[in-house]
Structures are given as C-alpha cells and as structure tokens.
C-alpha cells in the first residue's frame, strides 16, 4: 500500500506549518557552500507544495526567512533574496496551472525592493486562485508580529475605536499577519532539531508538532505524506478527555 494511499482525505490538516531547517548541514556534508543547500532546498519547496496541494491540503505557510536570519553573513542573504526572485519568477506559471494563491507573512518593508516587488506581483496574480493558499514567512519574527498586534489594539483603545473589554482571542487573531488563515494544525520542522525559532507561537497552540530527523534539502513528497499519516493517528483532544470526544 503506497503511502499516499494511507492518507484519509477527509481529515486532512487544514493548515500545514513547514519549518524548512538544515539547508547548510545538507550541503556541508557535500563539501559544498551554504548556497548551494538552500538552492537544493527550492526543490523541496516545489515538491512539497506540488504533493499538498494534491492532497487538498488548503494552507501549506513555509519558513523562509526569519527576522533573525538577517544576521547571517551578507552574501548568503544576498544568496537567500536572489534565489526567492528566481524562485518567484520561474514558479508563477506553476502557481497560476495548480490554482494556488501566493501569500505572505512577516515584515516585509525590510525586504530588498527587487523581491518586495516581484513578491507583490506574484500575490496580485494570483489572488483569485482558491485550490490552496501557500504563504512565505519572509522577514518574519512571531514576537514582532505579537508586539504589533499590541501596539496596534492598544492605539484602537486608546482612540476608543475598541474598548478594552471587549478584547478577546479574535480581536487577536484579527490582526496578526494569518488573519486569513485558520490555526496551524500540523507543524513539521526537519533537520532533526526540537526548536520553535520565534514562528507562529500564538497560531500553533494546538498544533500536532512533528520533527523529522532529514535534512531540508532531502525532504520529499513521501517524508510529507508520513508526516500527514502520523498527524491522522494522533487524538487531538484540546483539552477534553478522550471519553468526551467519543
Ligand atoms: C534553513 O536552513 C533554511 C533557510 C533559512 C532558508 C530556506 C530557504 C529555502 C528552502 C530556499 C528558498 C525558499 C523559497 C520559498 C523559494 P539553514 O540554512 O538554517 O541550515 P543549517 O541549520 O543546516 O545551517
């Protein structure tokens, strides 16, 4: 039995998390430059947006780039920020064919123009496409979009747009960057490390976390369907007990 065929379409995540990690492990082992694992990694981007968006999988948000990734050497920056243009450029086609509509999240101001402008194009093109919403966290941090989200309400209440009150888990929800999106439910992160990294901590509440000891890089489509196959055996209780979900 194939493991796609494994896979209950009817209780799919809704929305999958990827954090891409290991790119530079991946390509030390080959004795090659850093650049050239994250040029090996735009690979599995496609095989795995390819393989969700087959499933049905309706949301599929990829780490690409972290806040804290600015504080790596210039070069694989400049490396980083070259490759997600021609990543953009090249898969347009690809996004436009499968019906997915590109989004992003994260400070995107502090994005170098060229990839701020090509990112923008690529959104509007698509924007209409509903078979699955693949988001780039680019220049992204959870605790700076948390500390907007406050400064942003705290400047409602104090404009008495909103009272404070009335604040609750939506009002939230409603000004994070995934305002549009559903809660994550699946989280996976690869490389082998058992670490968050400052992505989507109000989102993954009650995420199922899954680590896989692979290296970016070398994540296949199989890899997710594993991933998906573990995530459907698993009791996600919320904070009930299993006699009440019965
Ligand atoms: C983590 O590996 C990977 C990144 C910081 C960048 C991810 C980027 C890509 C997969 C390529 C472009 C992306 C898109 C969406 C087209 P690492 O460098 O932290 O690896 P290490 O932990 O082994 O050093």
Redesign the pocket.
């Known amino acids: 039995m194939s493991l796609k065929s494994q896979i209950h379409s009817t209780y799919l995540p809704q929305h999958i998390a990827i954090i891409?990690?290991?790119?530079?492990?991946?390509a030390?082992q080959k004795g090659m430059v850093?650049a050239f694992?994250?040029?090996n990694?735009?690979k599995?981007?496609r095989d795995t947006v390819e393989a969700a968006a087959e499933l049905g999988v309706k949301n599929l948000t990829?780490?690409?780039?972290?806040t804290e990734?600015w504080k790596r050497p210039k070069l694989e920056v400049q490396t980083?920020m070259k490759?997600?243009v021609s990543?953009?450029k090249k898969?347009i086609s690809t996004l436009q064919e499968n019906n997915i509509k590109l989004s992003a999240i994260g400070n995107l101001n502090a994005l170098p123009k060229k990839v701020y402008q090509e990112l923008i194009e690529v959104i509007d093109k698509t924007e209409s496409n509903t078979r699955m919403t693949l988001t780039?966290a680019l220049s992204y941090g959870s605790r700076e979009e948390l500390l907007n989200t406050v400064k942003e309400i705290s400047i409602k209440v104090k404009n008495n747009i909103i009272s404070a009150d009335s604040i609750d888990e939506s009002t939230i929800n409603k000004h994070l960057y995934t305002q549009n999106l559903p809660d994550v439910d699946l989280l996976i992160r690869t490389?082998g490390?058992h670490r968050i990294s400052n992505f989507l901590l109000w989102q993954i509440a009650y995420a199922e976390l899954y680590f896989i000891n692979i290296?970016?890089p070398d994540f296949t489509r199989e890899n997710l369907y594993e991933a998906i196959i573990d995530y459907q055996k698993r009791e996600r209780r919320f904070g009930k007990t299993s006699e009440q979900l019965k």
Request: aromatic residues 12%; negative net charge.
């Open positions: 891409m990690d290991g790119n530079g492990r991946w030390k850093r694992g994250h040029e990694g735009t599995s981007v990829l780490y690409a780039f972290s990734n980083l490759l997600l990543s953009l898969e780039l490389s490390e290296l970016w």
